[in-house]
């Protein structure tokens, strides 16, 4: 059997998670400055402007990300002079959000850093970039037939995936 087109997804652990504690308080503190976006008051959103990257408070996080991606591109052979970061936010959400299953083009590597999972908070789901207008039905879902996936999330959990590769968040709510 060969394995044609295998999409990685890369996770670990960030090797402080009291890093994970400190980049929540400079989020806290720029959401209450006003410093990002805010979504509808009904859902309780904020997401900051995507320069994070270029922020010196936010170094150690870029330097992290920077070192994990080279890593990544090592493992897949690509040729290149550096690793730079194009875009890098910070998304505060209610237990209710949802994300619409998306992609992040003209990127080579996607990634985020769970650096708080209250309880009740969605989940991001990877979904397959095959496309298919016929769906069999499987007996089971293994690795090879699955159309999506769920890496638990954790503090602290790093994830890096090829940004072609579609994903959502879901709205933590099971009966909704």
Known sequence: MFMLFPTGLFTG?????TMCDRIEKKLREMQKAGDGVAAKTYLRSFMTSDNLHQLPEFKELSDLVLSESKLILDNYRVKRDSEYITGMWANITSPNRRQNNHVHPNCVLSGLIYIKMPPGAGMTLFHSPRRSEIAPDFIEKTQFNADTFILPPEKGRMIMWQS?????????????
């Open 13 to 17: 652990m960030v090797p402080d998670i």
């Open 164 to 176: 072609y590769l579609p994903h959502s968040v879901d709205n933590g709510n099971a009966d909704d």
